[in-house]
């Protein structure tokens, strides 16, 4: 499929139909595609019904081939759990005494396979519990209750959320919480500590530029880079970073905690879509989580991720994605003590002048004159 010209929700839908727990929720005209039983999964919306642009990314292959049931970290979605740290010291993605390469890694057992149970649904929400257990590279096993809301918002939700007013643009947007609960045995820094980690897959976008604010000025040196260098996709104006991520160059850069507040964003000029992250951060807590390759700092991590997906001959990676994270600190959990932490998502079409407003409103950034990233 031409990959400018926007597939619809409902086309979306379709592809979808097979997917154990579909369940659509709605708010007027938004949409949103979700399960429940795939661990509390959004897969994509919609501002505009149907026939709206769908803005999620999966893996429709693994759904035709009908080999998810055993590969649910690999089925993408706008919303879909995760954990860190994903390498380190205390990594859940190496077997112990592996080197931490990446024809080595691997993802948790309990992501590719785990189904939840459906708690509740109705039109505008869902909530989903099940239990996993995940065993680190220090062979310390986390043994888990997990909880997750689902619930789309509505505009009124959307406007007092961001602090702004919706005129000349159409929106959806939707929240998820999810709460992790140690059922097992204590948990301890020395053996390493779990984050929530909360992943959101959208389309490849030719133009798409990330926009990341920060609580104050930066340098590519203070920005993470993973995988490949970042600096002939990344510029700096001011308190915000901007990122090229149009899914045609496999990198993935993050911000650490000195630097971040709470919410990242992106526009395609091509599809006229401003999208918004916002997420649960306290500049207080002291432990992140360090999932760069390498690393020797293992609660010195980021808060805030973008992967832009892409092609690399010879290893098996066609990512046609990038993807908005974040992740909640860490702590030692006791049995029976929990963690939480939310990400809502909003993706609004309309006129540049209606979208940058939101944007300088939301992001600190005007979508006028952008830094030249392409």
């Known amino acids: 499929m031409d990959v400018s010209k926007p597939r619809t929700f409902g086309y979306d839908l379709d592809r979808l139909s097979e997917v154990e727990g579909l369940h659509v929720l709605k708010s007027g005209e938004s949409?949103?595609?979700?399960?429940?039983i795939l661990q509390?999964?959004?897969f994509t919306?919609?501002?505009a019904g149907n026939e709206g642009q769908s803005y999620g990314w999966f893996n429709s292959k693994l759904i035709e081939d009908k080999a998810y049931d055993t590969a649910q970290a690999g089925m993408g979605g706008e919303g879909r759990l995760w954990f860190g740290p994903e390498w380190g010291p205390h990594n859940i993605s190496f077997d112990?005494?592996?080197?931490?390469?990446?024809?080595?890694?691997?993802?948790?057992?309990?992501?590719q396979k785990a189904k939840f149970e459906v708690l509740a649904q109705s039109e505008t929400s869902v909530s989903t519990r099940g239990e996993l257990s995940i065993r680190n590279v220090d062979d310390f096993l986390f043994e888990l209750e997990v909880h997750r809301s689902i619930d789309i918002l509505d505009q009124s939700e959307i406007e007092e959320n961001l602090g702004i007013k919706l005129k000349g643009a159409q929106s959806v947007g939707f929240s998820v919480e999810t709460e992790m609960t140690n059922i097992g045995e204590n948990w301890n820094?020395?053996?390493?500590?779990l984050s929530l980690w909360e992943l959101g897959c959208m389309?490849?976008?030719e133009g798409n530029v990330v926009i990341l604010p920060l609580s104050k000025p930066a340098t590519a040196d203070s920005i993470s880079a993973y995988f490949t260098?970042?600096?002939?996709?990344?510029?700096?104006?001011?308190?915000?970073?901007?990122?090229?991520?149009?899914?045609n160059y496999f990198n993935k850069v993050g911000v650490r905690k000195e630097f971040s507040i709470d919410r990242m964003g992106s526009y395609d000029p091509v599809r006229k879509v401003l999208s918004i992250v916002t997420f649960t951060f306290d500049p207080d807590q002291t432990l992140f989580v360090n999932s760069t390759p390498d690393n020797t700092d293992p609660y010195n991590g980021d808060v805030t991720n973008i992967f832009n997906g892409g092609v690399v001959p010879g290893k098996d990676i066609d990512l046609p994605f990038f993807e908005f994270?974040?992740?909640?600190?860490?702590?030692?959990?006791e049995k029976g003590e929990s963690l939480s932490h939310t990400q809502k998502t909003y993706h609004f079409e309309g006129s540049l002048e209606a979208l940058s407003g939101i944007s300088k409103t939301v992001l600190g950034a005007s979508l006028e004159g952008l830094p030249e990233l392409y």
């Open 31 to 36: 949409m949103l595609a979700v399960s429940g």
């Open 40 to 42: 509390g999964r959004v």
């Open 45 to 47: 919306s919609s501002s």
């Open 96 to 111: 112990p005494g592996k080197d931490q390469t990446q024809d080595n890694f691997r993802r948790p057992e309990a992501l």
């Open 189 to 193: 820094r020395e053996t390493g500590l």
């Open 203 to 205: 389309n490849r976008a």
């Open 229 to 247: 260098d970042a600096d002939p996709i990344l510029r700096f104006k001011e308190n915000v970073a901007f990122y090229r991520a149009d899914a």
């Open 325 to 333: 994270e974040s992740s909640s600190h860490a702590r030692e959990l």
